[in-house]
């Protein structure tokens, strides 16, 4: 199953939003070695979800709803 992705990250900078291990920007356990994938409110801003049809999550706003 996968992780709830949240809408709005405090520091998503530091964070590799790639898979679901949500690994640190300085550790990455993938070894893709590509570097780290971005989260879309980097590239999109605060309103991201929106564009992509995503919902909040009723129970936990903060998350998107499954």
Known sequence: MAKPIPLHPTHPERI???????????????????????????????????AWGIEPNPDRPSQAKR
Do not use: F, K, M, V
């Open 16 to 50: 590799c939003w790639g898979c679901d291990r949500y690994c640190a920007a300085e550790a990455l356990a993938c070894g893709n070695g590509s570097g780290r994938t971005q989260h879309p409110i980097e590239t999109q801003g605060e309103d991201w979800y929106l």
